[in-house]
């Protein structure tokens, strides 16, 4: 077939496969430099969010003595004379005379595999007291939350204070 074609008629072809070659060319390269420079603009604030959010180490070592540290469970023996401690510990740190921690039953396991341990603490102290014991409570590793509190004021003094604490912590 392409020996029936004269010479202009050749040069033609090659030109117009030229041009096709050119135009797809042109509309994938289009399309790659649209995206390329996209990605490039993204990464551009990226970075820019990081340079605005990195922090000299002495800041951060600020921020982490700040956020409370959590201990994994561990098994319901261990993790209850653990906490049971840490909580005696405390109460005695911020002056609370308490009588013995009531261990409350675990209660049904949760979605990812871990019961629910409850102290049961009641106690008299002063209201000052009270309100240190519960500022620091956070220091407690174990502690995951406060479940009850009631607090009684003393007719006669009121400043002394009659409470009912109710703490949990996590088991495997």
Partial sequence: MLERLSQRDKRAFKIGAI???GVVAFVFGTKWIGHWAQVRRSLAEVKAK?????VDNTKQAA???????????????????LFRNKLNEQLKKAGIN??????LPAGKPTQDGYRLLRLKCNGKCRFGQLLDFLARLNENSYLVGIEEMRVK???KNRQEVELDLTVSTFVK
Avoid: H, R, Y
């Avoid at 990081?50 to 990195?54: D, G, M, P, V």
């Fill in 98 to 103: 308490s009588k013995p921690l009531q261990v």
């Fill in 19 to 21: 041009c096709v070659v």
């Fill in 153 to 155: 004021c003393d007719p």
């Fill in 63 to 81: 921020v982490a003595s700040i956020v409370p540290v959590f201990e994994m469970p561990q098994k319901e023996e261990t993790q209850k004379f």
């Fill in 50 to 54: 990081l340079e605005t959010i990195s």
